[in-house]
């Protein structure tokens, strides 16, 4: 059975490719055009990505990264959370 640091270092790996994968699309046209559609999911993408940073300060990057894409009142709460949770870890 693998030890848990390494399957932590692995999940931050998985991490660091996604987001270097997300800078592409965050400036997708479409996204832009129908953010009503997209903005959702990219906040959530983004979201998610917060939750693997290393760092607070970058963490609360990518969280404010994901409110400013959300479009619907419940991701933006949820974004809000997020931001104010690694707020607190500074």
Not at 5 to 18: H, M, P, T, V, W
Request: aromatic share 6%; hydrophobic share 40%; proline share 7%.
């Amino acid at each position: 059975m693998p030890e848990p640091s390494a399957n932590l270092s692995q999940l931050r790996n998985r991490a660091e490719q996604k987001a270097q994968a997300l800078k592409p699309e965050e400036s997708d046209p479409l996204w832009h055009a129908n953010p009503q559609v997209h903005g959702d999911l990219m906040a959530r993408i983004l979201g998610m990505h917060a939750l693997f940073c290393r760092s607070s300060q970058e963490a609360c990057t990518f969280a404010q990264r994901a409110f400013d894409a959300a479009y619907h009142p419940d991701v933006k709460e949820a974004t809000q959370a997020l931001i104010a949770s690694f707020a607190r870890t500074d």
